[in-house]
């Protein structure tokens, strides 16, 4: 079992329409959770940090955190086409100083 | 405020051949990282170095060695190139140790092609 589970997609939307990301973990000692946006061969961008269960807010951006259930989601309002990227949920754990990736979802938002 | 910037941008090597990556964090960041990203996958990690030390490491076998030098860049060194190094590699930036409330923040990565 991988440590961290997301569903490569890819996901396909309408413009405006509300997206739901989500990824599971298997590592309670899990500590710090994070988003990251990957547009076509660039690096990942930072989109959102958490570290405690519930929601935080970031304009169009969600990040849920549910450490009861090991489940992490991001939601994104008033998708755009410019959101059609990958995305990647990305944990910390402080054995090792290392992040830990999913495999990322491509989604694609049409006009 | 230049972000992470990493060098060669793209780059072909031949089988059994070696190659240093360079990266240069932000500007008053201390830890740098290195991860591997094969296509359709997330990222791997191979290092973390902070304030020059390594302070993790992957499951990357020795041919991948990294250090840090005293202005905080660092370099990723690949020896012995198989087929299956090539892929995207990211260098990240934080403030201080990776979590510990330090947000990371990545390069554009070098795309390592090995035939």
């Known amino acids: 079992q991988k440590e961290v589970e997301q569903d490569p997609g890819p996901l396909s939307v309408p413009e405006g329409a509300i997206v739901s990301l989500n990824c599971t973990y298997s590592?309670?000692?899990?500590?710090?959770f994070m988003w990251y946006r990957q547009y076509s061969r660039k690096g990942p961008e930072l989109l959102m940090y958490?570290?405690?269960?519930g929601n935080k807010e970031d304009g169009r951006f969600t990040a849920q955190v549910d450490k009861s259930s090991k489940y992490i989601s991001l939601f994104i309002r008033d998708s755009q086409p410019s959101d059609s990227a990958t995305y990647l949920c990305?944990?910390?754990?402080?054995?090792?100083?290392?992040?830990?990736f999913g495999t990322g979802t491509q989604l694609k938002v049409e006009l | 405020d230049a972000g992470v910037t990493q060098s060669p941008t793209h780059l072909i090597k031949t089988r059994g051949q070696q190659v240093t990556l360079r990266c240069s964090p932000i500007?008053?960041?201390?830890?740098v990282s290195w991860y591997q990203q094969v296509l359709g996958q997330g990222p791997q990690f191979i290092f973390q170095?902070?304030?020059?030390?390594?302070?993790g490491r992957g499951n990357f076998p020795d041919r991948f060695s990294a250090r840090q030098f005293p202005n905080y860049s660092s370099e990723l060194n690949v020896n012995a190139l198989l087929l299956g190094d090539s892929a995207l590699y990211l260098c990240?930036?934080?403030?201080?140790?990776?979590?510990?409330?330090?947000?990371?923040?990545f390069g554009e990565g070098s795309w390592l092609t090995v035939v």
């Open positions: 170095y902070y304030e020059k030390e390594e302070r």
């Open positions: 590592n309670s000692a899990f500590q710090y």
């Open positions: 990305a944990i910390f754990t402080g054995g090792g100083n290392k992040l830990t």
């Open positions: 500007s008053g960041h201390k830890s």
């Open positions: 958490t570290y405690s269960s």
């Open positions: 990240a930036s934080s403030p201080n140790l990776v979590g510990h409330g330090n947000t990371i923040y």
